[in-house]
């Protein structure tokens, strides 16, 4: 389950290339996601939420994300995981992240520090310790796994048209091009969208990870003004990982005056 989790939040969150200096998401803004597997609905929850940060030399966005199972999936492989990603504000870039899970007693955590200027990221695994090693950064501005679903938002794609993405999937980078495949209808229990499909897929380089072994990749976001990611799937052969949206809080700068409740 662990395993499903990882390659979920992996294959269905496509990262922007260098040209996409926008941020993902604001300062107050948050979605949830209910994820099933299988023949489990409620296997697990994903929250993703954004503040500014302050505490640097320069200002940040903070993009916090938990991932938790539930129910009987909770049962059967009980997994917990926080990841916090550090943006500038100015050059919308990743700067640096944190990224921790626990699975039965099993806790593994790691950070990442991003060095542009020098191509260079280092990789410091702090459960269980082990030396900081440097990884060589490739072309473009990569993005996290969390964070590369809502980053999709900003952009402007059409059906048949696609754009390259570099994402860091723990110690290692996946270069990727993400097709827009088509529009679809979604219904979820926030409404029914109108949505953009977008497809990951390995093409640049020897496919590698979920991607040789077949898995098929899909997002969809809404088409109206708030670019919603409504859902995310991954096609395994055992089964299919679904993350549908199931909570919207809107930035408050986004709210009316009177607005009470930020949920469409």
């Given amino acids: 389950m662990r395993q499903i989790f990882a390659l979920l939040l992996l294959a269905a969150l496509p990262a922007a290339t260098a040209a996409a200096a926008k941020l993902p998401l604001r300062d107050g803004e948050a979605f949830t996601f209910k994820v099933s597997w299988a023949i489990l609905p409620g296997a697990g929850e994903i929250k993703v939420s954004a503040a500014n940060d302050t505490a640097g030399p320069s200002p ?11 129910g ?3 049962v059967l492989l009980p997994f917990d995981a926080q990841a916090d990603s550090f943006f500038d504000q100015g050059t919308g870039r990743l700067v640096a992240l944190t990224e921790s899970s626990e699975q039965r007693n099993k806790k593994n955590a790691h950070s990442v520090a991003f ?3 020098a191509a260079q990221a280092l990789y410091t695994r702090t459960d269980p310790a082990e030396p900081p090693r440097p990884l060589v950064l490739p072309a473009g501005d990569p993005l996290d796994l969390i964070t590369c679903l809502l980053q999709t938002r900003t952009w402007t794609l059409q059906p048949g048209e696609k754009q390259d993405a570099l994402v ?10 993400i097709h827009a495949t088509g529009h679809e209808e979604v219904r979820t ?3 029914t969208f109108q949505t953009l499909v977008l497809e990951p897929r390995m093409e640049k380089t020897p496919p590698k990870g979920m991607f040789k072994k077949g898995s098929t990749v899909r997002v969809w976001i809404s088409r109206d003004d708030r670019r ?4 995310f799937e991954v096609e395994f052969k055992i089964g299919t990982g679904v993350a549908t949206l199931a909570r919207y809080d ?4 986004a709210l009316a005056p009177d607005a009470k409740n930020p949920r469409p």
């Fill in 72 to 74: 009987l999936a909770r």
């Fill in 250 to 253: 809107a930035p408050p700068a």
């Fill in 60 to 70: 940040r966005l903070l993009i916090s994300t938990t991932t938790h199972t539930r």
């Fill in 115 to 117: 060095d542009y200027p």
């Fill in 228 to 231: 919603l990611p409504v859902k």
């Fill in 189 to 191: 229990s926030l409404g």
């Fill in 168 to 177: 860091l999937f723990n110690d290692d980078f996946y270069e990727l091009t």
